[in-house]
């Protein structure tokens, strides 16, 4: 066999080359540094053999950036080493320790096991001093093709590895990595050699975990570790864990009193409370006044409908599995709605439509059921009941662009107020291969796919296209927002659909007084409030704008006898609908700026003697010092200005 270098010079090799070969045939310091190859521009394990007349480049640990899952592969097998080593030093047998599976994930690997004794978080320490020397030890890694009674005398000692391998199919090439007498079960990728991997990984937790991720399984042992090309990497992910943690909108939840879950209601069901439910009302009246201003008409319908609804529609065979139980009821079937569309058409259909009645918008703060799985379900933003900023724009086919591009044009109005400045258009197209995911009617989707193009072109925007992503109805855009922490969210998303209104059978009056079918325009601003919430508490950490904040105001006495005056401040806020409080407690004034400030209310008033008399205030503003000697009047209108106007 042969293969080619870059430059086009040939080599020619007696036996089936690895990447290894290739980089031994040109000269022992490449084969040194080589940590993977590129075969036809496609990165591939050293170890792995190579086709005839393969294109390949030699990949060196110069460049071991370009392949974090090699090395982090290779780390979850030097810690399954480590994990042996380290029960054995304590008198365990290698045999006595199972092991599941071991991958590369996004930032890291895992490993589950099935010990002996469980491995406690105060010994990951001692199992990373283990790892550092196994790659101090620079072990060479070898590949071995092997036959399926080969594998199961291996591993006849472990249930797991044994069920792995009867599962496989037959014509399965089975595969070892074996490195210092240490065997796994694996198809790589891995690098030559525990001497190339970056010592910039840590471990970081040990959980439990159902063995293929079923509740039917043993419970296992997971032990997860994270792992970069560099300790810049490493130190910013970790200071991104730390700021998760302090951004956690659960724990702000608790400590700002916003929302809770209670065992006895269920799992994925939150409950506002007042200071939550502050922020919510906000974010509806905001975007409720908005689309009223726009010719939006809002509406009530039902949180439930007969499983005939979603049958018309498609949405049961798309998402049966995403729904609640079914309800008998009177001889009839009742579901709790998993989308709002269903409901909206109904409301179009009630009553005869003219093309001068279009565009319609119908519009709803909508409220649905999601049967999450358990596991999955996380604060506000992964629940069971949510309530969607929910509208559906039923337009003409010569209406589509202009309307579009009104939705857009909302989008970025609302985000303009919410202070979002990083976010990325989005749009989602069926792939073409998928004929169960999406319905087949190739004239359409061209038609709708070329009509989102030409929208967005013709406004300037920069968009990607993301095949695939589009709802089984039509194609759509997607606004990805970068949080805080840098991970991209969809907050909203604008679709269009021209299968709804064929299922349905919509119709209006066109101008020759004949009957034509509209399109629907779907689309969410702020997606549900459940998700927006916890995406704003994240990223503002708690500190809320003033508009939305749950106390906007707190009014600090500094002795009882200035209580009456500072409930004349709180009364005369209150007139202009601001939420301020007095803080009439027992405490000292320094003790009632720090509670103020732990809740992060915006605004601290300080009254003396001499607010007292003059009518002023001593204010400070977080983030932004104090002011002395303010006039109570003019801080009113100051406080209502910013409120009426939303100000960040």
Not at 219 to 230: D, E, H, K, P
Not at 357 to 367: C, F, N, Q, R, W
Request: net charge negative; glycine share 6%.
């Amino acid at each position: 066999m042969h293969v080619v270098l870059p430059d086009g010079k040939k080599l020619e090799f007696d036996h089936q080359a690895s990447g290894l070969d290739v980089a031994s045939a040109i000269g022992p310091r490449l084969a040194q540094d080589a940590v993977a190859v590129k075969v036809q521009g496609e990165l591939k394990d050293l170890l792995s053999p190579l086709p005839d007349g393969a294109e390949v480049s030699i990949v060196t640990k110069k460049s071991i950036e370009e392949v974090p899952q090699f090395f982090r592969h290779t780390l979850a097998h030097v810690m399954a080493q480590a994990v042996r080593e380290f029960y054995g030093a304590r008198g365990h047998d290698a045999k006595s320790i199972k092991m599941g599976v071991g991958p590369a994930i996004d930032n890291g690997f895992y490993y589950d096991y099935d010990l002996p004794e469980p491995l406690r978080a105060e010994d990951l320490p001692e199992i990373e001093k283990i790892m550092n020397d196994i790659i101090t030890r620079d072990l060479k890694l070898s590949r071995k093709e092997v036959s399926r009674s080969e594998a199961l005398e291996e591993f006849g000692y472990d249930p797991y590895k044994v069920e792995l391998i009867q599962d496989l199919p037959e014509d399965e090439v089975l595969t070892f990595y074996v490195q210092d007498g240490f065997t796994d079960l694996c198809r790589g990728p891995h690098v030559p050699r525990t001497g190339v991997i970056p010592r910039h990984f840590k471990l970081m937790s040990t959980s439990g975990a159902y063995w293929r991720g079923s509740e039917k399984n043993p419970m296992m042992q997971r032990i997860y570790g994270v792992a970069f090309a560099t300790k810049q990497e490493l130190d910013n992910y970790l200071h991104m864990l730390e700021e998760a943690k302090r951004r956690d909108h659960r724990k702000i939840g608790k400590d700002l009193d916003l929302f809770f879950t209670s065992e006895v209601i269920g799992p994925g069901l939150p409950l506002w409370l007042p200071n939550g439910a502050t922020i919510r009302r906000e974010l509806e009246r905001f975007i409720v006044d908005l689309e009223l201003r726009q010719g939006y008409e809002h509406v009530y319908t039902p949180q439930m409908a007969k499983t005939e609804l979603y049958k018309i529609s498609g949405h049961w065979d798309h998402y049966k599995e995403d729904m609640f139980p079914v309800m008998k009821i009177d001889q009839e079937e009742l579901v709790l709605r998993p989308m709002n569309c269903p409901h909206h058409i109904q409301v179009y259909k009630h009553t005869q439509r003219s093309y001068r009645d279009l565009p319609i918008k119908i519009a709803e703060l909508g409220t649905m059921y999601r049967f999450e799985q358990s596991g999955e379900l996380t604060g506000l933003s992964r629940v069971r009941s949510m309530t969607l900023n929910d509208a559906h724009i039923f337009v003409r086919p010569d209406q589509i662009q202009a309307e579009f591009k009104k939705v857009v044009e909302l989008v970025q109005s609302v985000y303009e107020i919410l202070g979002f400045k990083e976010y990325k258009w989005r749009l989602s197209l069926r792939d073409p291969e998928d004929t169960e995911k999406y319905f087949q009617n190739d004239e359409m989707w061209n038609s709708a796919e070329a009509q989102l193009r030409q929208a967005l072109d013709d406004m300037g925007l920069d968009y990607y296209e993301s095949p695939g992503d589009a709802a089984f109805y039509g194609p759509k855009l997607d606004v990805q927002v970068k949080s805080a922490l840098g991970k991209d969210e969809t907050i909203s998303t604008v679709q269009l659909d021209f299968l709804l209104p064929q299922k349905f059978e919509l119709e209006y009056v066109n101008e020759e007084s004949g009957r034509s079918r509209p399109v629907m325009i779907h689309r969410g601003i702020i997606s549900t409030m459940e998700r927006m919430t916890a995406f704003l508490i994240e990223n503002c950490a708690g500190d809320f704008p003033f508009w939305l904040a749950p106390e906007q105001v707190r009014v600090v006495p500094i002795a009882d006898r200035h209580l009456e005056y500072a409930q004349q401040v709180e009364a005369e806020l209150r007139k202009h609908d601001l939420r301020a409080k007095v803080d009439d407690g027992g405490e000292r004034m320094n003790a009632k700026i720090r509670n103020a400030e732990l809740r992060k209310v915006p605004f601290v008033l300080i009254v003396g003697d001499q607010e007292a008399e003059k009518q002023e205030l001593s204010v400070r503003e977080r983030h932004k010092g104090e002011r002395k000697g303010v006039p109570l009047a003019e801080l009113v209108q100051e406080l209502a200005a910013r409120y009426r106007n939303r100000s960040l």
